[in-house]
């Protein structure tokens, strides 16, 4: 006969950590959108502008970080560090981001902006093992899930908010993918 355990009280602490967590969440995002638009146009009040002028600015941002995506999944398939499985989902998830690169140039294109292209060079620091390449995916991943958070609160155009409502839940599912092959909890 099995010993039965005593009652812990887990919810408490657990909720508490889960509001700490959002809160952070929150702030974080909000510092990363505002810090992405001031990098990419030297403004901060898009980030509020709910105008069209706004749109472009988020849609510049969001294409930057597009651009990025697509080439940290390059590098990650170019280090022949990745095993089959692993390779396979990088090149579906770049596949996404090209998607989404090009959808956000055509919309640019749309109103008349000439899309900015890649860098010639990021910074995507040591790669040497599998799990580094996991770690940068994931973290462009979590970036962008922040960033199109909250920046799609601030969209005025429905078009653009629609294609950004579906960018949004690729981030998403590519960074649940991710943390569950590093082990981290989706919570």
């Known amino acids: 006969m099995m010993a039965e355990k005593p009652e812990v009280n887990l919810v408490e602490p657990v909720l508490e950590e889960k509001n700490v967590r959002r809160e952070w969440l929150r702030l974080a995002s909000t510092a990363s959108a505002g810090a992405i638009l001031f990098l990419l146009t030297g403004k901060t009040k898009q980030l509020h502008a709910q105008s069209k ?82 770690r940068l995916a994931r973290d462009r991943e ?9 920046l799609a609160s601030n969209i005025l155009t429905k078009a653009v908010l629609n294609f950004g409502a579906n960018v949004l839940v690729d981030e998403v599912r590519h960074r649940t993918i991710l943390n569950a092959a590093l082990g981290i909890p989706n919570y």
């Open 53 to 134: 002028e706004g749109d472009l600015g988020i849609m510049s941002a969001a294409l930057y970080l597009e651009n990025e995506a697509v080439a940290a999944y390059q590098a990650g398939a170019e280090s022949k560090l990745l095993s089959p499985g692993v390779l396979a989902a990088a090149v579906a998830f770049q596949s996404d981001h090209k998607y989404h690169r090009d959808g956000l140039s055509g919309v640019l294109k749309s109103f008349g902006v000439e899309p900015k292209g890649p860098e010639k060079k990021y910074n995507f620091g040591s790669l040497h093992s599998e799990n580094d390449i996991l």
């Open 142 to 150: 979590n970036g962008a899930v922040l960033a199109y958070g909250t």
